[in-house]
């Protein structure tokens, strides 16, 4: 099992920056690929973001790319997201959640463990 908690959201004003911590427990962090996704209300959950493994690829899906920014540090069981320029679009709950095996990210169902999710408001 992977216990995964999500930290840094909050509401911040159109342009704004916010950091997304996903903080992972109970088993080796390095063994799993790490993605974002978000969840606005009467939609979809929407891939965001992932890291493999090692940190060595990323990727951000085009509506946030240059603006958002995927890392982690293996020695501190933590992915993170940077969120800079932020829209009110981009106003969500956000997720973290963990994979193993092979390098594949953008489907939830890829994902066999989900933090609980943090609040992002962007104010217009």
């Known amino acids: 099992q992977v216990q995964l908690v999500e930290s840094g959201g909050g509401l911040v004003q159109t342009g704004g920056s916010l950091r997304l911590s996903c903080a992972a427990s109970?088993?080796?962090?390095?063994?799993?690929?790490m993605g974002w996704f978000r969840q606005a209300p009467g939609k979809e959950r929407e891939f965001v973001a992932a890291?493999?493994?090692?940190?060595?690829?990323?990727y951000v899906i085009d509506s946030v790319k240059g603006r958002f920014t995927i890392s982690r540090d293996n020695a501190k069981n933590t992915v993170y997201l940077q969120m800079n320029s932020l829209k009110p679009e981009d106003a969500a709950v956000y997720y973290c959640?963990?994979?193993?095996?092979?390098?594949?990210?953008?489907?939830?169902?890829?994902?066999?463990?989900w933090g609980q999710g943090t609040q992002v408001t962007v104010s217009s």
């Open positions: 890291i493999s493994q090692s940190g060595g690829s990323t």
């Open positions: 109970g088993r080796t962090f390095s063994n799993y690929h």
């Open positions: 959640a963990a994979k193993d095996k092979v390098w594949t990210y953008s489907k939830s169902t890829y994902y066999g463990y």
